[in-house]
Each structure stands twice: as C-alpha cells, then as structure tokens.
C-alpha cells in the first residue's frame, strides 16, 4: 500500500447520528438539505484531516438519494477522500441507513464534493500529499 492509500485511509471520517423528527420533512424521513448539510460537514473534515490546511467547499457533484431515511433511524456518514488535485480534493461521502431495532444497513445517500485549500490571503494553495 503506498503512502498516499495509507494516508486516505487514516482520514477518513465516520460519524454516526440518530435521525428525528425535527430532521424530517412532510413525509417523516429525513430532509434533503439537512442531508447535504451533514454530507458537506464530513466531507470537509476529512478534507481537512488530509491536507491540514484552510479548505472551503467549491461544489457538490451529484448527489444521489436512493432510499429514503426515515426519522428514527441511525445512519453513519462515512467520508474518504477520492482525488487530489495540486489544489482541490475530491471527497465521496456515503450515508448509510440502519433500522434502529434490526440488523442490517443499506446506502441510501451517496454525493463527491470538492474542496479548495487556500492559503491566510484565501489564495489557492498547493496541498502536499506525503
């Protein structure tokens, strides 16, 4: 395993939460900004974990919600760094759902978003990978 796999690995970032009901829309599952808002939370810790520098989200490439998340459930967000640019990092964050009293889980969220480093004038930055 080389350096770079080695050091995407140690950043990664999972966070647990319970999903309720002021978390949910009109249907009882979970909102689809307030998942964004967690997704891009994890996504820049882990950006941040890898490059230890200043990082400001640039975009979020499509998102894509293929199971509902309803209020009562437990889901895990899990960030991991995918690419790294001279300047900008990829992350892919996954939500994945758990029945609260059943085994199991399944992806119900899945979406890649993209940092920028940037230096104490906000000027892109170089992000050093060893």
Known sequence: MSSLEQKIDRCQVSVFKTVFPNDTNHYDTLF???????????????????????????SSDRIDFTQPIPAGSIIELVGRVEVVGNTSIKVRVDIYIEQMYEEGREKAVSGLFTFVALDEQHKPVKIHTA
Do not use: I, N, P
């Not at 307030?34 to 230890?52: G, P, Q, W, Y």
């Open 32 to 58: 689809g900004g307030k998942a964004l808002s967690m997704m891009d939370e994890v996504a820049f810790m882990a950006a941040t974990r890898f490059t230890r520098l200043r990082c400001v989200t640039v």
